[in-house]
Every structure is written in structure tokens, then in C-alpha cells.
């Protein structure tokens, strides 16, 4: 089955601990993306990949780190996590072919910084 | 950078009853629009998108307008079903796609 896979679903830490929340997808899409939804707020994206060792800054990229060193794995690594980052982190993927912009969403990471 | 507007926040509606959530973007290079389609507990789900070189589409009872000139596209969702519920996104790129910027969502709720 086509998907993106994100682990943990559900994730509570302290502030400060070094976390990553993985994100795996099995299409071989080139563009891999990392987006926070807030209440109100909708999807805002935090980082993007259009292919491997390629990585940019999404709309709010502050406190958080990439990498692709492989094309099916895009990780979103908080180095030192705030209670400000508490959110619902979605990963997505998509094949970066002419007319075909659909998204493949995760399921979710639930993350809370206390 | 792209502003997404999106209304209504909550919308309900009477099962059969058509739905219609609007949005307005910034961008006018922006020329690619889907709709998500988020249920509870699960990532958002592509369900429609429209390109600035086509002013609606439709696909079975959802259909999207796409107005250029005043810069704003709709989802109408007619005949509707309790498994309409959920919340919707819109989008808007320009094309690339290398940054998809979405609406601040619509809570849909279809009453039985």
C-alpha cells in the first residue's frame, strides 16, 4: 500500500531533550515535506525536500532541523524542544512530475513539550 | 509570500443540503488549487484541485470554482452525507509547489 508512514503517532517530552519524529514514504517521491497544524492557524510548513541532500525552509522553520540522506526518509529533528512547539506535525510526499502536484499526508505525530 | 483565506470557520448543514466553503488567495502567480479533506485522527486527503487554466471542475457531487479575476476559488459539496463531516483545507502554489499554502481550515458538519 501507497503511504507515508510517521513515527510516534503520539509523543510527550520535556523541554529541552533532543527528539526526531520520523517520516517514511514508499512511492518514491521526490518532494518531502514537514508542516505543523495549530488550531486556527491551518498547515504551516516548517521544512521541504525536492530530492535527497536537497532541503529548504518552509514558513516557520525556527527550532527545527532536516535531513535526505535518502530518498524515502525525511526526519524532523527538534534539537531543543519548547512548549511552544506542542503541535500536530504531518509529513507528506508527492512526485515532482508536470501536473501532478497531489500530496500523501502521514497520519500524524501528536507532540507535547512540557 | 502567499496568503490563503478561507470561510466559513464552522459550517453545518442538513443532510441532502449543499455545502460551499470559499476561499481567497494574494499570489496572483499562484495557478494550482486543491481541497484536503482532514477526518478525525488522520492526515489530510487530497479530494479535488483545479489549475488556473480551468474555471471549474467536478468530479461526482464535490466541485470546485475558480474565479482569477477577483482571486478567490470554492468547493461546493452537493447532496450531502453524514460522511461529508470533517474539516477542510484549501491551498494555493504557484505551480512549483515548492511551497503549498494552506487555509486556516473549515469545520463541515453534516446533520442527519
Known amino acids: 500500500e501507497a503511504q507515508v508512514t510517521q513515527n510516534p503517532r503520539y509523543l510527550i517530552t520535556v523541554t529541552g531533550k533532543k527528539l526526531t519524529v520520523t517520516c517514511s514514504q514508499n512511492m518514491n517521491h521526490e518532494y518531502m515535506s514537514w508542516y505543523r497544524q495549530d488550531p486556527g492557524l491551518g498547515l504551516r510548513q516548517i521544512y521541504y525536500s525536492m530530492n535527497v541532500e536537497v532541503t529548504d525552509k518552509g514558513d516557520v522553520p525556527e527550532g527545527y532541523k532536516v535531513s535526505r540522506k535518502e530518498k524515502r526518509n525525511f526526519p524532523l529533528i527538534l534539537e531543543s524542544p519548547s512548549p511552544n512547539q506542542t503541535s500536530l506535525y504531518f509529513c507528506?510526499?508527492?512526485?515532482?512530475?508536470?501536473?501532478?502536484?497531489?500530496?500523501?499526508f502521514g497520519s500524524g505525530t501528536r507532540l507535547t513539550v512540557v | 509570500g502567499e496568503n490563503v483565506e478561507q470561510h466559513p470557520s464552522t459550517l453545518s448543514v442538513q443532510e441532502g443540503d449543499s455545502a460551499v466553503i470559499k476561499c481567497t488567495y494574494s499570489d496572483s502567480a499562484s495557478n494550482y488549487f486543491p481541497w484536503y479533506k482532514q477526518e478525525l485522527g488522520k492526515g489530510p486527503q487530497l479530494i479535488i484541485d483545479i489549475r488556473s487554466n480551468v474555471g471549474e471542475k467536478k468530479d461526482q457531487r464535490i466541485a470546485v470554482t475558480l474565479n482569477k479575476t477577483a482571486k478567490h476559488f470554492s468547493l461546493h459539496i452537493t447532496e450531502t452525507q453524514p460522511e461529508d463531516s470533517a474539516v477542510y483545507f484549501c491551498?494555493?502554489?504557484?505551480?512549483?509547489?515548492?511551497?503549498?499554502?494552506f487555509g486556516s481550515g473549515t469545520q463541515l458538519t453534516v446533520l442527519p
Open positions: 491551498a494555493a502554489s504557484t505551480g512549483s509547489a515548492r511551497q503549498l499554502t
Open positions: 507528506a510526499s508527492r512526485k515532482t512530475i508536470q501536473g501532478d502536484y497531489g500530496y500523501t
